[in-house]
Every structure is written in structure tokens, then in C-alpha cells.
């Protein structure tokens, strides 16, 4: 009886490692308090603030679509060309839903095109006419932390 006891113990402390160990793994790969790409889908859209050379800060607002747990966006000809002007490339202030993160990096996302585009066909009904309008830039968006103040 003591050494199944001790068996049980054994699988039950193994059992709780892991779980602290995989827990721990997924709090490593998000170093952004609050970006959580998967808890934003039911988000209908989100805002990019880029800053111009000349007309200096300026919200889009854009759709979005998570795909395996990636944030990823659209652009049309006016956001592109912001993003192309953007003197904070290349990084982008966004607020999406209550939550608003400081250093987001807008990458090119060219192999996505077609599944960003089928994932806003299906989320958004609109998309029967936007989807003939011209895109040209599909972008991941991926949040990175910001430096602490200095004490």
C-alpha cells in the first residue's frame, strides 16, 4: 500500500511540473501583458496609429483576422501608403478592443494573402464588395514590450 502511495505521489508531483513547465513556456512567449491575439477574434476591427512626416499622428481603422493564433491585417492604398511614410517604421501603436499596445511591429505577410483574405471573406460580410478594392499589403502583427522606465 506505501509504495502505491508514493507512486501516486510521484505521478501527481510529475503532473504539476509540467504544467508549471508548459504554463511557464507559454508566459515566455508573450512578453506583451494583455497580447492576446486569440482573445481578439470576435474583435471587429482594430486601430493602427503611424506618424507622417508631415500630418503626424493618424489612427486607421482596419480589420483583422487571427490565423493559428497570429494577428494579421489588410491594407488598402491609404493605410499603405501611412505605413509607407510611417517615420516610427517599423513599428505601430495599436489599440484593439479596451487595450492598447505601444510597440507593434507591422511585418509583410505576402504567403498569407490568400488566407487573410478567405478569413475576412468569412468574418466580414462586407467583404463581398472590399474584396475587389486594391490591397496591397497583407501584415502580421506582432507585439514587442517596451523598456521599463528607469528608476
Given at each position: 500500500?506505501?509504495?502505491?502511495?508514493?507512486?501516486?505521489?510521484?505521478?501527481?508531483a510529475l503532473a504539476v511540473f509540467w504544467i508549471a513547465l508548459i504554463c511557464g513556456?507559454?508566459?515566455?512567449?508573450?512578453?506583451v501583458p494583455g497580447w492576446e491575439p486569440n482573445a481578439f477574434r470576435d474583435q471587429?476591427?482594430?486601430?493602427?496609429?503611424?506618424?507622417?512626416?508631415?500630418?503626424?499622428?493618424?489612427?486607421?481603422?482596419?480589420?483583422?483576422?487571427?490565423?493559428d493564433g497570429q494577428l494579421y491585417v489588410r491594407l488598402g492604398d491609404r493605410a499603405?501608403?501611412?505605413?509607407?511614410?510611417?517615420?516610427?517604421?517599423?513599428?505601430?501603436?495599436?489599440?484593439?478592443?479596451?487595450?492598447?499596445?505601444?510597440?507593434?511591429?507591422?511585418?509583410?505577410?505576402?504567403?498569407?494573402?490568400?488566407?487573410?483574405?478567405?478569413?475576412?471573406?468569412?468574418?466580414?460580410?462586407?467583404?463581398?464588395?472590399?474584396?475587389?478594392?486594391?490591397?496591397?499589403?497583407?501584415?502580421?502583427?506582432?507585439?514587442?514590450?517596451?523598456?521599463?522606465?528607469?528608476?
Open positions: 500500500m506505501m509504495k502505491i502511495k508514493t507512486n501516486v505521489n510521484l505521478v501527481v513556456a507559454g508566459a515566455a512567449n508573450n512578453p471587429s476591427t482594430l486601430q493602427i496609429m503611424t506618424i507622417g512626416p508631415d500630418e503626424g499622428e493618424h489612427w486607421s481603422r482596419l480589420w483583422l483576422a487571427v490565423i499603405f501608403g501611412r505605413i509607407q511614410k510611417n517615420t516610427a517604421s517599423p513599428y505601430v501603436k495599436v489599440k484593439v478592443g479596451d487595450k492598447e499596445f505601444d510597440k507593434v511591429r507591422l511585418e509583410a505577410a505576402p504567403e498569407m494573402t490568400d488566407k487573410v483574405a478567405a478569413a475576412m471573406a468569412d468574418k466580414y460580410w462586407m467583404d463581398i464588395l472590399i474584396r475587389h478594392e486594391s490591397h496591397p499589403m497583407t501584415a502580421r502583427l506582432v507585439a514587442e514590450p517596451t523598456p521599463s522606465p528607469a528608476k
